[in-house]
C-alpha cells in the first residue's frame, strides 16, 4: 500500500460524492468500486447509506456480493454508514424476506429502527476515541445486540426519545476487526474525524 492509501466507495446507490470527498480530506484516494475487478485495486472500502435492500439487490446484478462476503472474510478493511451498516450485519430486525447481505459484523441492527424519513434528526453523539460528534440519523437503524468481540464507539445520548422512547442509549457505532459501522452519516457534516478513524484503520491493516 502506498503512503495514500486508495478507498473504494461502493458507488451503485447512495451519497457516493459525499463519502469522496471525506475520504479525500481525510488523507485517502477515494475510487469508486462497481465490479468485482475494482475490489481488487483498494485497500479499503466504503458502503454508502442509501436503501439496503436496493443496494442488496445491486449487489446481485453486479455480481459483487459474493466477491465483497469473501473480501471481508480475508480481513479487508471496510466501513458502512447507515445502509452500509445494514449490509455488514450477520442479522437485520425488520428487513424484507429477500434482503441481501454482506455480513461479518457480529450484531443485530433494526433496519428503519428511529422511524421513516420524515422522522430523521440531528444530534451530537460521544464516539469512543474520535470525541464529540455532530451525527445525522436518516431512516437510520440501530444496533440492537452486539457480540462479545464487538466494541461499541457511540450510543444515542440521553434525551433522544425516538419512536415509543426507546432510543436513548441505543448503539449507533462500532466496531470488529478490520470493520466500523455507524447507523450515521458523518459524510454528510464536514466533519472528517470518522473518516479519518477509518484511514487510520486501513493503514494499521497493512502495516
Known sequence: MSAVPRIGVLALQGDVREHDRALRAAGAEPVHVRRPADLEAVDGLVLPGGESTTIGRLLEVFDL????????????????????MILLADRVLDGRPDQQGIGGLDVVVRRNAFGRQVDSFETDVAFEGVGQV???????????????????LARVPAGVAGPGGAAAGKVVAVRQGNLLATSFHPELTGDDRVHGLFVDLVKEAHS
Not at 455532530?134 to 461499541?152: C, K, L, M, N, Y
Open 65 to 84: 456480493l459474493e466477491p465483497l462476503r469473501k473480501q471481508v472474510v480475508d480481513g479487508l478493511p471496510v466501513y458502512g454508514s447507515c445502509a452500509g
Open 134 to 152: 455532530h451525527a445525522v440519523f436518516i431512516r437510520a437503524p440501530w444496533v440492537e445486540t452486539a457480540g462479545t468481540s464487538t466494541e461499541v
